[in-house]
Nanobody, 123 residues
């Protein structure tokens, strides 16, 4: 199965940092594109970052230079390091496995999602 279990998240002040983790239950992360997405209250879900099978990464403009997606292949764990957090980064963060091998198709093709972890950034 493609179960994904998230951890991390929490409440921090603006300018602070958090690290999110997402562990796959039964497969190697290198065999799929993997992504992080977020949804703020009252807003649609949006893409944050995607990592491909080779480890290449793509970020949304809003987080470029502040967030880093990475993976620990030995632990089948995907990470998202969030630095220089802003209040607008507040939301529920989800990891997902992309069924399609394409950055722009990750969200629409995602076949497994983590349970979500809340990130709250206060001023």
């Amino acid at each position: 199965q493609g179960q994904l279990v998230e951890s991390g998240g929490g409440s921090v002040q603006a300018g602070g940092s958090l690290r999110l983790s997402c562990t796959a239950s039964s497969y190697a992360l290198t065999t799929y594109y993997m992504g992080w997405f977020r949804q703020a209250p009252g807003k649609e879900r949006e893409g944050v970052a995607v990592i491909d099978k080779k480890g290449n990464t793509v970020y949304s403009d809003s987080v470029q230079g502040r967030f880093t997606i990475s993976r620990d292949n030995s632990k089948s764990t995907l990470h998202l390091q969030l630095n220089s957090l802003k209040s607008e980064d507040t939301g529920m963060y989800y990891c997902a496995r992309c069924a399609a091998s394409a950055y722009t198709s990750c969200e629409v093709s995602a076949d497994y999602w983590g349970q979500g972890t809340q990130v709250t950034v206060s001023l």
